[in-house]
């Protein structure tokens, strides 16, 4: 399998459908990569700002580890960190056409998502991290109300927002 290859297979995978899907959809492990689906990622990261677009060919193609990419941009890794996360959510609703139609998968973008909508949304993301399985959503609701402004009253809001719209750490491997 050549590196193209395996760069374009994550990467669509990766963008595609989210680690929480990766487990509800039986995908091939290995499928062709057309010459579409090269033009659509292609076409895709070709929408980014030329710093993002930077960080992809780092990161995606030539495998170069966060921190590296973080001190030759001169950003700190958090905000690498939120450059990366940016640039998954905008390549998803690029590719969310494509990828409905060659893999027949919806994608959750979170558009309607009042947490992904939020700029508080990295602060929340920790909050929801940091909450043990076995605690309930309540203290984090009345966090988002309190701190936040954000009334939610239904806690299947944040298990939707963790298992489809979070970027877990890392479950892209290199950090
Ligand atoms: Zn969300």
Known sequence: MSSARVVYYNWIFDVGTGPALKHRYRIPRAPEVSNQLIRSV????STLTPRE??????????GEANRKIAIEMGLTVGRIDRLHRRIL????IVLADFVRKEYGLDVAIGDDCPICQSPH???INRLIQA??????????LKTL????GLKITSPQVLIGHE???????????RR
């Open 131 to 140: 909450k043990p399985p076995e605690v309930t959503w309540r203290g984090v």
């Open 89 to 92: 959510k905008r390549l998803k």
């Open 145 to 148: 109300c309190n701190e936040y």
């Open 163 to 173: 298992k489809y719209h979070m970027n877990k750490e890392g479950e892209h491997g």
């Open 121 to 123: 949304c990295d602060e």
């Open 42 to 45: 292609r076409r895709a990261v």
């Open 53 to 62: 677009r930077e960080f992809v060919y780092r990161y995606y193609y030539n």
